[in-house]
């Protein structure tokens, strides 16, 4: 592993995944520059991995082999301004959503430009991110942005940067779909007579296994939704309950709408 400056503009909770992962991973702490006008995150931050750390974007950026960008998107602008004259040399990673990377370009000098769209499950080292690189990165350094996100979780690469918004809506998104489900499964656990807490245990545990099913199987999901239901049986009952009120169809739209939605701040931002 090589141990050249890598710098983070912005310390929130994606750049910590990345940088917690990194350092277990045998990174040592020192040889990452997080620029973070926090100072609380910052003290957290040298605390918890022992990282080097800044309020604001100095010359110290120009040593770093990699730009990680981990602001909110809304604020992008503002915080690559002070910091174009410094990272032109550098391979620039972004992990905002929103930002374009004609924008990244146009704000950094730089057409070494790889995006990615990770998701929360990151935290836990369980996520996964879509990944695309502009014509200028090579693939050592498509390479290097595949190690970086590898503590997280796994990546997926994709060829047109508007797949990215499709990423969003998926797996970006995603998340807080398996969440709201699990909600759902709790709420009917108690109205049944289960606690709420029994609840999230069978749910947890029910989208944990068949996930893990999934993988190891070579079989598509529909036939392994198939093996499970039984004619007239239990399973077959709230599977024509959920068609007879659209529930797939509202689901297939709702994720359009997540990526008509990534679209629109693409534009916003980017």
Avoid at 12 to 18: D, E, T, W, Y
């Amino acid at each position: 592993m090589r141990h050249d400056l890598l710098a983070f503009v912005g310390g929130g909770n994606m750049a910590s995944a990345i940088i917690g992962g990194l350092v277990a991973a045998g990174r040592p702490g020192g040889s990452i520059l997080v620029v973070d006008p926090g100072a609380a995150q910052r003290a957290r931050l040298v605390a918890e991995h022992g990282v080097r750390t800044q309020a604001a974007a100095d010359a110290a950026l120009a040593q770093a082999a990699v730009v990680v960008w981990a602001v909110k998107p809304q604020l992008f602008q503002d915080a690559a301004a002070p910091c174009a004259t410094h990272v032109r040399g550098a391979l620039q990673f972004s992990v905002m959503a929103g930002i374009r990377s004609d924008a990244i370009v146009r704000a950094t000098g730089s057409a070494r430009v790889v995006r990615s769209m990770p998701n929360t499950p990151a935290l836990i080292g369980q996520g996964i991110a879509g990944l695309y690189a502009r014509e200028a990165v090579s693939a050592d350094e498509r390479r290097a942005a595949e190690a970086l996100l590898a503590p997280t979780g796994r990546t997926l690469w994709v060829a047109r940067e508007e797949d990215l918004d499709a990423v969003t809506a998926l797996s970006g998104s995603g998340p807080a779909y398996v969440f709201y489900f699990v909600e759902a499964m709790m709420q009917a656990a108690q109205q049944m007579g289960l606690s709420a807490e029994q609840g999230k245990q069978l749910a947890l545990s029910t989208f944990a296994g068949a996930t893990a099913l999934a993988q190891a199987s070579s079989e598509p999901p529909d036939v392994l939704r198939e093996r499970v239901t039984s004619k007239d049986g239990t399973t077959y009952a709230a599977l024509t309950s959920m068609e007879a009120s659209g529930v797939k169809a509202a689901f297939v739209k709702a994720i359009a709408a997540a990526q008509q939605r990534a679209k629109e701040l693409g534009n916003e931002f980017g």
